[in-house]
């Protein structure tokens, strides 16, 4: 599973092991997927992009 850094852990997930660097790079691209999401659902507003991701998507 994909998550963010703002996402809430998951409770079966151990918060005490750093992550890899092949995870890194997915939440890095899935962060970056995010942002550009947002660019795209604020243009072409005046209003700048909000950082704001929600931790789970509706269904």
Do not use: C, W, Y
């Not at 660097?21 to 995010?34: A, L, T, V, Y």
């Amino acid at each position: 599973m994909i998550r963010d850094r703002k996402d809430p852990p998951d409770p079966s997930e151990d918060r005490d092991q750093p992550e890899s660097g092949h995870e890194r790079k997915q939440r890095k691209e899935h962060e970056s997927r995010n942002q550009d999401e947002a660019l795209e659902e604020t243009f072409p507003a005046s209003d700048p992009v909000s950082p704001f991701v929600p931790a789970k998507a509706p269904d």
